[in-house]
């Protein structure tokens, strides 16, 4: 019997132990973000933030700032989704920190749609913009 209070009482230890260890005793919960809160505003704002997604809830103001522009191309790009165009940011940043150009992805995506003008008469690439704003920019 004594055997058995000592391995029920280590377990019962154990148990606190762990929960000690794991944060079990914090408050805080994990937001969990729906589908319709995970927008690429969110993603890219969430890369610029830490640079890795999900692992830093970005400010609303830089989400607010990226689908805002996100919108912009969307009405001027032909590519016509959010997601493909946040990719052509993500990609142009990598290709600048190439060519040794520090820019955010924030200063990336207004490049791209102040390159475009409101009231363009037909669709453009936003892939080719990126492109052409990449090649034509000096590397420090």
């Known amino acids: 019997m004594k055997k058995l209070l000592l391995i029920v009482g280590g377990i019962i230890i154990f148990i606190i132990i762990l929960v000690i260890i794991s944060g079990g005793g914090d408050k805080k919960e ?3 973000l729906s589908d319709q809160e995970y927008t690429t505003a969110y993603k890219l704002a ?6 890795r997604i999900g692992t830093t809830i970005p400010s609303p103001e830089l989400k607010d700032e990226f689908e805002k522009i996100l919108i912009s ?4 790009c ?3 989704n959010k997601e493909k ?11 600048f920190t190439q060519k040794g150009v520090d820019l ?3 200063e990336i995506a207004t490049l791209i749609d102040e ?3 409101e009231d363009v008469d037909s669709l ?3 892939a080719e913009i990126a492109a052409m704003l990449v090649m034509l920019t000096e590397s420090e």
């Open 46 to 51: 969430s890369l610029q933030s830490n640079k």
């Open 115 to 117: 390159s475009i003008p």
């Open 104 to 106: 955010t992805l924030l």
């Open 124 to 126: 453009v690439s936003c």
């Open 78 to 80: 032909t590519e016509g």
């Open 85 to 95: 165009i946040g990719n052509y940011i993500y990609k142009s940043q990598e290709m």
């Open 30 to 32: 994990i937001q969990k």
């Open 73 to 76: 191309l969307n009405r001027k």
